[in-house]
């Protein structure tokens, strides 16, 4: 599936740092980010690295431990997934799109094996099929429905798992 990610991402006009290979939930998805070079910058400076760890991000939400706390890092501005079924894209959807945009990647051309798109439409998950020779096809744009959630431990946690994989595969990106 990564081969079709970058060609994905471009067709949703998603711009960023793709993230593959990201275990949420019982579910490998992949996510598209975007630095935030500033508050990247200001947590380097002051002591702030990511931390995935779940157990020490509880902490943050005891004023004891802490008197202040990092900005994230970074943007999550979408989520990709490569499932084999309807059903897959929904489950694996279906927590995250409470935080970003989500969309299925699928190998193209669907012909006799094509997707019934409008259920997956319904709920606000995209459809991008991507050929061999890396040519996208957006065949049904996502929704951004995180606005009716709002913010989340979760969603936060996952923006400094997100923020620690960008500095560990690709830092000349978040460098440059």
């Not at 995180?146 to 595969?169: C, M, Q």
Request: charged content about 20%; aromatic content about 8%.
């Amino acid at each position: 599936m990564q081969p079709l990610l970058h060609p994905a991402a471009s067709a949703l006009g998603w711009h960023g740092t793709v993230v593959p290979d990201v275990a949420v939930l019982g579910h490998q998805v992949s996510a598209v980010v975007r630095v935030r070079a500033d508050v990247h910058e200001w947590r380097r400076a002051n002591g702030w690295p990511p931390q995935a760890n779940p157990s020490w991000f509880r902490s943050w939400f005891e004023p004891a431990a802490h008197d202040r706390l990092p900005l994230p890092a970074v943007e999550l501005v979408g989520v990709l997934v490569g499932e084999s079924t309807v059903d897959r894209a929904l489950q694996s959807c279906g927590t995250l799109m409470t935080l970003a945009p989500c969309s299925v990647v699928l190998p193209a051309p669907q012909g006799e094996r094509s997707w019934p798109l409008m259920e997956l439409d319904y709920y606000g998950i995209g459809v991008v099929a991507v050929d061999e020779a890396g040519t996208a096809e957006l065949l049904v744009p996502p929704e951004d429905r995180s606005t009716e959630f709002g913010p989340s431990l979760f969603g936060r946690w996952l923006l400094e798992v997100l923020y620690d994989r960008v500095l560990k595969e690709a830092p000349a990106r978040v460098e440059s």
